[in-house]
């Protein structure tokens, strides 16, 4: 519910004196891209090696004796030419598990995945860690206007707000759907916007043949070349579980593919309604949904960049709604990621992931039980890790500025800390001795406007202050953030040139798709 009128904007004198009770500094992005984490720690695993052997082998058993459906005539005469078995009236092609293992290992198991500022590409694979927004929503929502169709505005909103937040590393990601533009030239101006008000990378809908040839084209506009370097755009190809790749999909993957930019393979299961109610089984299906894909682009382009995907976990039984920030999408997310090291592919996984209609404590804790797996079992692209609600139907802004701080929070625990004889200080500590205190000494007056996190939104404030100040929850101040970071924005340098191209481009495009359906 939207909140009365009168609660914002909040008064200034008393805006600044909260904020200087708290010491807050804005969460803006530094003059510098911050430096992309890496994750230090061993991976967490869940499976044994046993286990993870027998999950590969009843894969490759579905994938044999199963099989999945393609429903696009040239994936079916990819996969025939290869020596696949294909039943073309059904659609349906039965993959051995050696043809798909060695298309599998042709797929890079590291790629850089290039911004319009090189300083802030971002490297797929390995240990690297790179975060990115939500993506797909219908509806957008924040405190003052409450819940609502997504518009043009909103994405650019979204966009603004990615662009100047150091934690993500992309701007872009489709985080709402403009309703107030036709469905046939949405991906036009998502990706003008995208190349006009951000410098990181971007990705963008695979969404069939025509769409994606559009998205390669504007992405040749901006970076020439697509693929001296490393690829320049991407987006998520969705298996349509229990084993079938639209053709959609399928054209989207293909057309991407052929250019030598991202396919991320990620299979949407609901235990106990796309696949058998247990989770091994489920992982099973979805290892093998996600394998038939990485081995088509590698069918298509050898080499070409994708990432092993995983979206499986629960549905509610009670209800039928998907269950998200459970203890199961915990497990499925973490033995994901250890089937993706076992066949050296990077993994694309999911965070911040909710099934709350509000930026509430059912949305942080539903969101830590993915972001936390997430990162300790090595994802190395985690998609929707800021905004997500209510089952991903809406983008909030006020939870994308609270996943922020999280994310931050994660980049800062992997950073570590040193052991050694700074750090150690036993010189202060014998100077202090029992009994005293460190605030004035050397060490510390040294140290302490960096030596800890420094929150954006945690308040903590003694509670008269607190209560004095207005009595302001999280979301009210994520409000505020999001509001200062919007007044901060700048965009950043696009060559004239450039950007006149893209807008002939979109113009051309939409007299040439006015009245099409993309969708059809």
Not at 32 to 44: D, G, H, T, Y
Not at 291 to 307: E, H, S
Not at 310 to 328: H, K, L, Q, V, Y
Not at 479 to 488: G, I, N, P
Request: with cysteine; net charge neutral; charged share 20%.
């Amino acid at each position: 519910m939207a909140a009365d009128d009168t609660d914002f904007p909040r008064p200034s004198a008393r805006r600044a004196a909260l904020r200087r009770a708290r010491g807050q500094v804005p969460l803006i992005a530094p003059a510098r891209p911050a430096r992309q984490p890496r994750n230090p720690l061993p991976p967490l695993e869940l499976l044994t090696p046993e286990q993870v052997e027998k999950l590969h082998r009843a894969s490759l058993r579905i994938l044999e004796d199963v099989g999945v459906e393609f429903q696009d005539a040239e994936t079916l005469d990819l996969w025939a030419r290869a020596g696949a078995r294909v039943d073309r009236s059904a659609r349906r092609v039965r993959l051995d598990g050696g043809l798909v293992m060695e298309l599998v290992a042709r797929a890079p198991r590291t790629f850089t995945w290039r911004g319009r500022n090189p300083e802030r590409d971002v490297l797929v694979g390995g240990n690297a860690l790179a975060f990115g927004p939500c993506g797909g929503m219908v509806y957008v929502s924040d405190l003052e206007r409450g819940r609502r169709a997504g518009t043009l505005a909103d994405y650019e909103t979204f966009v603004r707000l990615a662009h100047l937040l150091p934690p993500l590393h992309f701007a872009a990601w489709g985080q709402v759907e403009p309703a107030d533009l036709p469905a046939s030239v949405r991906h036009l101006h998502r990706l003008r916007a995208a190349f006009r008000l951000s410098d990181k990378p971007v990705s963008e809908a695979a969404h069939g043949r025509e769409i994606t040839t559009d998205c390669l084209a504007m992405a040749q506009i901006v970076f020439g070349d697509l693929t001296a370097g490393g690829p320049v755009i991407g987006d998520v190809i969705n298996v349509s579980s229990p084993l079938r790749f639209d053709e959609r999909m399928l054209g989207g993957l293909i057309t991407y593919a052929r250019a030598g930019q991202v396919t991320y393979i990620t299979p949407f299961i609901l235990a106990g309604a796309m696949s058998p109610i247990t989770l091994a089984a489920a992982l099973a299906q979805q290892n093998a949904e996600a394998l038939a894909g990485v081995a088509l682009t590698q069918l298509v382009r050898p080499g070409a960049p994708v990432l092993l995907g995983g979206f499986t976990t629960n549905t509610d039984m009670r209800s039928g709604a998907p269950a998200f920030g459970t203890p199961e999408g915990a497990w499925a997310l973490i033995a994901g990621a250890q089937l993706a090291r076992f066949y050296g592919l990077p993994y694309r996984g999911s965070g911040a992931l909710t099934s709350s209609n509000a930026p509430d404590a059912q949305a942080a804790y539903e969101s830590q039980w993915t972001l936390w797996p997430a990162v300790l079992a090595h994802a190395n692209l985690v998609m929707h890790a800021a905004g997500w609600l209510e089952g991903g139907l809406t983008a909030s802004l006020e939870k994308f500025i609270l996943d922020a701080e999280s994310l931050a929070m994660f980049q800062h625990f992997l950073n570590g800390f040193d052991v050694d004889d700074a750090t150690l200080a036993l010189d202060m500590i014998a100077a202090v001795g029992p009994g005293g205190h460190h605030l004035g000494t050397p060490h510390t007056q040294a140290r302490f406007a960096a030596e800890f996190y420094l929150t954006t939104l945690g308040d903590r404030l003694g509670y008269e202050t607190w209560d004095a100040a207005g009595r302001w929850d999280a979301p009210r101040r994520a409000h505020q953030v999001w509001k200062e970071l919007l007044a901060a924005y700048e965009p950043p340098p696009l060559d004239p040139a450039i950007r006149e191209a893209l807008d002939d481009y979109v113009a051309r495009r939409e007299r040439e798709l006015a009245g099409k359906n993309l969708y059809a």
